[in-house]
């Protein structure tokens, strides 16, 4: 098969990953968008280690090691992610990422860095205004 | 125990004393009162035997140098001569009265701890002044001496009176400082050393190079210290501190301390003839001006802050012609009568629940409701007015004597002019004393209409001082004969021309102003007057303070009150406007110096803020506006920022990829 396959597919996969990262709302989507992108990393990476091993200068296979290891973190990750998106959504009652703008800066509070629940009302006007 | 280490205790325990009662004043009230009694009493019986050690032999010299201080060595020096012994008595018996008399005075005080730390602390310091040897250490207590009058007049700060009086009060004295160091050093640089007996030893050896500089640089801090004339102006507004206070530093100490000095270096001064000149000139005008505007006070304790002014202008006086006998007898004399003088009028305030004789005028019978008072400040009056037998009388004659000595050419090197200038104007200035002196005395005690407050019995304490301070100025001329060994044996006895003229014009002063009040008591009671602060359970310091405070709102003034009933206005005339402002000094000092400092002030103000301001807040405004725009950046929407770090990703890879094959 020639590389041009899988690496076209993976960049496919990574673009619709970006594109879910960048314009998806829901918190949960967002988060398997990320994973869409690190599949297709690690597409091209078994790729291109079979490519390289068809021309005998890696012998040691480290893209699929580094492979493995990408699926490791990406477990661990999504396992934290998952946990932060659900404790979000049972103290808001939502995973909208579009609501969840508590670190914005906002005209009048240079001096102090509280985030009370006097943040929440001027947080409803930055969403309707964005 | 030596004598030597007797005269450190001396300074030591009153200082130690002050040092405990600050520290146990808020942890432990009850020992406050011996802690402030007790030092104080010790000090005195241990100059009692100093003194009596020194017996007015030759002078007790003690020396240690702790580290060597470079070109003129400061040393722990101890000098004590007959003056030191005697002055070093005055102050403590002065400063043992004003402790007791203050534990009834300010009894309910909530400040009395601190209080009477700083008159212990004020204590130590007139004597480490009296008995240094050496200048440098007399500094040292002259300076703690213009620090606690500072915190002691301001006492009653919650009146604005207090508070401008005890800022005006160590400003003025500040300003004499300045060209007193000044001088110090001067004369250190000439005689190479600051031991007192060493500059003796230089100056009688001629070593001094420029003698009239030296001295007046050193009058100027003498005039701030004892209150001359020019910068006698904080002294009477001084009297809004507490009654004993200036009983102990307003009459019978500090103020003495610079009569005490220049007494001390008295051939200093002598070097130069217009030295001298200057000092007779400035005592001639403290005196007369003194008491001219004492006759026209209305505050009884400014009248005796005027009348304390006149007198050390008779120490100055024989001073300046070269008498320091006569100075320190006069000041021995005066500390005490003025002492009992101001602590009886504390009495009276008390009593009266006022402090403006005009009110006091106005009240029948108020020395039967303090007959302590009442007896020791007639004793006290006569002593000030210099009426024979009483302590005053000697004193003053010994000052006329030495004038009239110096007058007629017998003095030595003294000129003559210095001789007449205080001859002349110290007779005309005891016929004064002796009107103000009779004045204040007919309005406070002999006054008609209604009948005085009653406030009960005077506490014991403040009436047994009274007693005791009276001694002296009932016996002290005995001491005429005996007093000479002490000082520089200058025969102290009064002669016969200047005791019947000076006994003469005190009894035409006093007459004349018994007539003119004669003359104008009737009106008192169409004019009524007086403002009575009537708390007749509060302690003496309570009434005193309202009653300062109450006295400009009361009759438009500080000092003075509209009385036609008063007899000082029908004998001044039409000076009394200006006698009772002080000769418009104050106006004069507002003029030439607060209004341009003011003037500097508000133009420093302008630059500070208008001109450096804008620099600074110009350097801050370019970050300031950067950050403003990164901020809005800000979203909180974190897709933004994944976008924006995914479009500058983009923006490099570009760059790099454009920079790699332009390169190739």
Redesign the interface.
Known sequence: MHLAYPAVLSALLFCTG?YG???RRNAIL?LMSVELMLNAVNLNLVAFDVWLDKTARDALHSGQALTLFTIAIAAAEIGIGLAIVLAVHRNRGTAD??R??????R?GD?DTDDSGPARNEP?EK?EAT? | MTTTTLAVLVPLLPFLGALATLLLGRTAPGFVRPLAVLPSLAALALAVTVAARQGGGGPVDAVTELTPTGSVPVELALHIDGFAALTAVLVGLVATCVQIYSTGYLRHDPRYPSYAALVSLFTSAMLLVVYSGDLMVLLVGWEIMGICSYFLVGHYWETPEARAASIKAFLVTKLGDVPFLIGLFALATDTGSFRITKILGAVASGGLDHPTLIALLLLAGVAGKSAQFPLHTWLPDAMAGPTPVSALIHAATMVAAGVYFVARLLPVFAASAAALVVLAAMAALTMVGSALAALAQDDIKRVLAYSTIGQLGYMTGALAVGDRGAAVFHLLAHGAFKALLFLAAGVVIHAAGTNSLAAMSRMKDLRARVPDAYWTMSVALLALAAIPPFSGFFSKEAVLGAAEHAATGHAGHVPGAAGWIVLVSGLVTALLTAAYAMRLWLLAFRGHGAEAPDHGRQPVAMNSVLWVLAVPSLAYGLTTGVLPDWFDSRDLTPTLTTAVLGTGVALVGGIVTYGAWRHTTAMSGRFPLGAVAAHPDADGGLVEAEAIASHESAYGNVASAPDPADPGRLLLGPLHRHAAVGFHLDALYTALFVRPVRGAATVVRFLDREVVDTYVRGAGALPRWLGTAVRRTQTGNVQTYVSALLAGTVVLVVAVLLVATAGA
């Open positions: 970006l990262v960048l314009a967002v990422i579009d969840l703008r508590d670190t914005a800066e005209p240079d947080a930055a964005a």
